[in-house]
């Protein structure tokens, strides 16, 4: 018997039918970032409780893993999301659109399929039949003809625009990559207390199994928890911070001591500046600045709730630094502005809002950035360039822009945190060394002393 008859569940369904396109059309059509569309849409809509915004919060962003197959699916549906000036889709596209990526995605409740085949007039025996298929290009191309009858093979490179082929190191990575870009990553927290299990126990009482990494100490996956984990009081004692694992890594590059001074160029919201005040067990500096003060405000929060008294922060516009900060710091860590192109798992939105113009824009930026904080490293000091980025001309290729015009810092090489082994200097950490975000860490030494041969 189909769900159908279940009027609370269909008024759901039915609110995501009408709800969802203008969402869609605020995220693919200009561009607004999807969490913040989803959280607008929560904060005005207050009627909606918990489970709405878990349906409406889940099929949203199935709908933007899937949009490179609806787009060549279901292309009227896509057509009328991606331009402003046509009317929004109707509840029966909109259906469509929610049943093919739904089974696409692979994480739809069965009472979900069963009341969109009913409103899809799609039988239960084919259903049955498109279940049994194995790879999603396949499923894609039979739910489309239980649509609407047509055939249209897909291609797993459907999934990912075509520009970014020739902006990664190589085309079996991104082979390697595109599957996975489906699967929605796991929630990683950085434990700030030596105390591990008494923070897996903590985690237990919430029932979050923690699964801590072999490989990067104090790094723990949660899974995919549905408790707002800053809800927790072990949060609120500074206790973890949520921080992916691949970001923990960069960190770790830095190789920070105890009574160094360091300097976050990049710092954001400061989630690596915590961890290197951490590896510096509080000891010695860390000066984290950025462009956006009210992302250091939230750092100082976030460093007086974890007890991190030598964290200083600062406004820097990555203009030149006066020649007092020059080879003054330990250790500098760019963790330059970039596509983001590494977190596309969480954020499937700016897969579809990003183009290849930008890469070169922010390549431009980041190669500033690197040259004015590098004169900021001391004679043997280290310098980090870091991005979440998979594309090359970010990654090496500003790497190597640098190291060309400064002859004084040479590529440093460290340990893989995944395996301990040995790198060239420059890491590229996928989402499969250990189910995360992509990350590019490149380690690189400022010369002791500076040679002028005899003439």
């Not at 693919?28 to 909606?48: C, M, Q, Y």
């Not at 709908?63 to 000036?85: E, N």
């Not at 991104?174 to 897996?200: G, K, Y």
Request: hydrophobic share 40%; glycine share 8%; proline share 5%.
């Amino acid at each position: 018997m189909r769900q159908e008859s279940n009027p609370i569940f269909e008024a759901r369904l039915r609110n995501c039918a009408e709800t969802l396109p203008i969402l869609l059309r605020r995220s693919i059509a200009e561009g607004h970032p999807a969490d913040r569309v989803a959280s607008d849409e929560f904060r005005a809509n207050k009627k909606l409780g918990s489970s709405d915004r878990r349906l409406m919060s889940d099929t949203f962003y199935s709908f933007l893993r899937s949009w490179g197959f609806i787009k060549k699916g279901i292309q009227d549906f896509a057509g009328a999301i991606s331009d402003s000036t046509k009317p929004l889709p109707g509840r029966r596209a909109a259906y469509e659109a929610m049943f093919f990526s739904a089974l696409l995605d692979r994480g739809a409740a069965p009472e979900i399929l069963d009341i969109l085949c009913g409103k899809l007039d799609i039988s239960a025996e084919n259903m049955k039949k498109i279940l049994r298929i194995q790879t999603r290009e396949e499923i894609a191309s039979a739910a489309i003809f239980a649509i609407c009858g047509k055939n249209i093979p897909f291609d797993r490179k459907d999934s990912a625009p075509d520009w970014i082929a020739a902006e990664v190191p190589d085309g079996r990575m991104l082979e390697r990559l595109l599957p996975i870009l489906w699967e929605r990553p796991p929630i990683w927290i950085r434990a700030q207390t030596e105390n591990i299990q008494s923070l897996l126990d903590d985690l237990g009482k919430h029932e979050i199994k923690g699964v801590p990494s072999n490989a990067v100490p104090g790094a723990i996956s949660l899974g995919k928890p549905r408790l707002n984990v800053y809800t927790m009081d072990s949060f609120r004692s500074g206790l973890f911070e949520i921080q992916d694992i691949a970001s923990q890594c960069i960190g770790l590059a830095c190789g920070a001591n105890p009574g160094e001074k360091w300097w976050d160029a990049c710092a954001g919201a400061g989630g690596k500046s915590l961890q290197l005040s951490f590896l510096m067990k509080n000891k010695g500096s860390v000066y984290a600045t950025d462009i956006r003060e009210y992302k250091l405000e939230d750092l100082k929060k976030r460093a007086k709730r974890a007890e991190r008294s030598n964290i200083r922060t600062a406004f820097w516009d990555g203009g030149s630094q006066p020649s007092r900060y020059w080879e003054k710091y330990d250790g500098v860590l760019v963790d330059a502005p970039c596509s983001c192109s590494g977190t596309w798992r969480r954020n499937p939105d700016a897969k579809w809002t990003s183009n290849s113009a930008e890469i070169s824009e922010l390549q431009s930026l980041q190669g500033r950035l690197l040259e004015n904080a590098s004169k900021s490293v001391r004679k043997g000091g280290t310098l980090v360039y870091a991005t979440c980025s998979i594309f090359n001309r970010e990654n090496r290729g500003v790497v190597s822009s640098f190291l060309e015009k400064n002859p004084d810092f040479v590529l440093e090489p460290f340990a893989n945190p995944f395996g301990g082994t040995s790198c060239d200097a420059c890491l590229d950490i996928y989402s499969w060394d250990s189910d995360c975000d992509c990350v590019f860490v490149a380690k690189m030494k400022k010369k002791a002393e500076t040679f002028v041969s005899a003439l």
